[in-house]
């Protein structure tokens, strides 16, 4: 089991890496849960990882389920198991992840995703070591170590009442929060130089000859969003497409979508895709919405001088709208969602993106 995890898949030498390696290195040993917080692509796949093989159950089984992919039905079985003849297509005994990682760690990515019901069974787990199948009336012991990850902002949904406060605090017994790699520029070269050697030999060149001061300057100032993933398959596209052997890479392709070719949305189908749901709405939503509608009815000739820069331009336009949005709904996130006509976690992402979460 210990050969899964290699050594070099953490690369780094900024402080702010190195801390969160103490960090792991301190609590590993410990039987005690752990959440990990951290942006999309930050690896907290890799750190759920090292902290399993840096504990007394590292030669135990590791077993690691993505919360958002499976609906509540199917993420209850799939965790605790279930009956024969407990639903429809049960037709034979499951053994869910507690069960078949007794006495290992179980790696639980996308956390908030969870329902109220799997937050519940999950909440006796970590008090009382035990679970019952789906469709199931015994009470089975299980020796977990439980590992969570998520890039949401778990203590507001807590205070927002989207998840259990009480599992929060149980499952906080320790948090390592990962800095995004916008905050740690040494390490960017550092990932570049491993990824982009590993993907000529996947392609059979001889060698890497590097990149050119152009496109290491590139990777520095891009502000990579998608974090270490998104650096990695744009490193990989660039090498691919650059092909050769001797000649440094110059041309960092960031976009694979960017050509002069590249259709556009007809208005018509643009209009149709963003149009919100039709929902009952309270006088305070119906308010929102029409002073949003109102907002994005006037003319554009009557409030912009051209030329302009347009994403700049759209981006204060989508600000003063969520700050208008927010403050007709008393600041309250769930009432502007809805005004919105956006899920509660699409707003708070936009919130994040334009950094007004802590102003709401």
Request: proline share 5%; hydrophobic share 40%; charged share 20%.
């Amino acid at each position: 089991m210990a050969s899964r995890f290699q050594p070099d898949n953490l690369i780094g030498e900024s402080q702010a890496f190195h801390q969160v390696l103490e960090h792991v290195s301190q609590v590993a040993p410990l039987n005690k849960p752990v959440l990990i917080i951290g942006e999309r692509g930050t690896g907290k796949e890799l750190i759920a990882e090292r902290l399993h093989y840096l504990s007394s159950r590292w030669d135990q089984n590791y077993l690691k389920l993505n919360c958002a992919a499976l609906s509540e039905n199917l993420l209850e079985s799939e965790l605790f198991g279930h009956e024969t003849g407990a639903f429809t297509g049960a037709s034979k005994r499951h053994q869910g992840r507690f069960e078949r990682a007794d006495g290992g760690t179980l790696f639980l990515d996308e956390l908030a995703n969870t329902s109220a019901l799997v937050q519940e069974k999950l909440l006796r787990v970590i008090e009382y070591g035990e679970f019952e199948r789906v469709g199931g009336s015994r009470a089975l012991q299980t020796d977990v170590r439980l590992i969570c990850a998520t890039n949401e902002d778990l203590p507001a949904l807590a205070e927002n009442g989207e998840f259990r406060a009480d599992l929060l605090d149980r499952l906080a017994f320790d948090v390592i929060t990962l800095p995004p790699l916008r905050a740690r520029l040494e390490d960017i070269a550092l990932l570049a130089q491993h990824f982009a050697v590993n993907m000529a030999r996947q392609m059979g060149l001889e060698m890497f000859a590097g990149f050119t001061t152009k496109a290491q300057q590139a990777l520095l100032e891009y502000p990579w969003p998608g974090n270490v993933r998104e650096l990695k398959n744009v490193v990989e596209r660039s090498v691919y497409r650059h092909n050769n052997a001797h000649i440094p890479v110059s041309n960092i392709v960031i976009d694979p979508f960017e050509s002069p070719y590249r259709p556009q949305p007809s208005p018509m189908r643009q209009s149709a895709s963003n149009a919100p749901a039709q929902a009952p709405q309270s006088p305070a939503t119906d308010a929102a919405s029409a002073q949003a509608s109102e907002t994005a009815s006037a003319s554009p000739n009557q409030t912009v001088q051209f030329p302009l820069d347009f994403k700049q331009h759209m981006q204060d336009y989508e600000v003063d709208l969520l700050q208008s949005a927010l403050s007709q709904n008393q600041f309250s996130q769930k009432k502007t969602a809805e005004a919105l006509g956006l899920s509660y976690h699409q707003l708070r992402g936009i919130l994040k993106k334009y950094q007004l979460l802590d102003k709401s």
